[in-house]
């Protein structure tokens, strides 16, 4: 990395984000990996943004499929994170408790689970954003997994 992109990544360390597990399922076989950048893009329609590193598949799954599940992670869920964001593992859905849920894996015990349609794919440097209409939404708690300073914390109201 050059020294601008040292400096840059340090700033970014710097802003407090959300973790997601966005999944997606292709010929019956689920696939997932851990973002942190997401975020909500509209509100009428319901769409969120998401990027993707352009070295892993997931991309072409979601093209694939056409639809993506967006499992917002509780604050007690850093191993799944983990897990999720692990090149070279052959199955990262192993002994992990999820169900299908329109169509779409759903991490159980997630704080919010969103699915996604009509994905469009914008090129975005190193990564592929992805912009998807949200035709189901649902929350479960107020215990959020954020990521500062490269570290995952545990956010709640009063903390």
Do not use: K
């Amino acid at each position: 990395m050059d020294e601008l992109e040292v400096r840059f990544r340090e700033a970014m360390a710097r802003v407090p984000a959300p973790v997601t597990v966005i999944t997606t399922q292709v010929d019956g076989i689920p696939a997932g990996t851990t973002v942190s950048a997401f975020a909500s893009l509209s509100i009428s329609p319901p769409m969120v943004i998401f990027a993707l590193d352009n070295r892993g598949g997931m991309i072409d799954r979601l093209r694939a499929a056409g639809r993506a599940g967006v499992n917002i992670l509780a604050g007690h869920q850093a191993e799944i994170a983990l897990q999720f964001a692990r090149s070279g593992q052959p199955d990262r859905f192993a002994e992990l408790a999820w169900h299908e849920d329109h169509g779409l894996p759903r991490i159980d015990e997630v704080v919010a689970w969103l699915s996604c349609e009509d994905l469009t794919f914008v090129p975005g440097g190193d990564h592929t954003v992805v912009l998807g209409t949200v035709t189901e939404a649902e929350t479960f708690g107020d215990s959020s997994l954020c990521y500062h300073l490269r570290e995952f914390r545990d956010v709640r109201p009063g903390l």
